[in-house]
């Protein structure tokens, strides 16, 4: 299987940089959704909301701390970092759906 390709040689700076900001953005705001829901968990002791916080923290902070330790520790590969990253994302994912589906109590 050959992996899809957008570019044939690397991409324009202007576009690495937009990358680079909306990951940084992405993080931030994943983090600030898993803080108020952890908050909405502890506040009315709703295991969905808890589900919630923890599925924001894989699906968007993990990823983006990953490639921190990635870019400061490159011994580590490339293939371990994306390995790691995607499984952690879509663990997130499914405890997000997890938690919609769950019954509130």
């Known amino acids: ?11 324009p700076e202007w576009v ?20 108020q829901a952890y908050r909405g968990y ?6 969905p909301m808890l ?4 599925g924001f923290v894989l699906a968007l ?3 983006f701390l990953l490639l ?10 490339e293939m371990l970092a994306t390995l790691l990253s995607q499984t952690s994302q879509v663990a997130g ?5 997890y938690a919609l589906r769950m019954p509130a109590r």
């Open 1 to 11: 299987m050959v992996p899809i390709q957008l570019w044939e040689a690397s991409p």
């Open 16 to 35: 690495v940089v937009f990358a680079q900001a909306t990951d940084i953005l992405s993080a931030l705001v994943g983090l600030f959704i898993a803080y």
């Open 42 to 47: 502890r506040r009315n002791d709703s295991r």
């Open 51 to 54: 589900f919630l916080a923890a």
């Open 61 to 63: 902070a993990v990823p």
């Open 68 to 77: 921190l330790v990635f870019v400061a520790l490159p011994f580590l590969g």
């Open 93 to 97: 994912l499914l405890l997000v759906v």
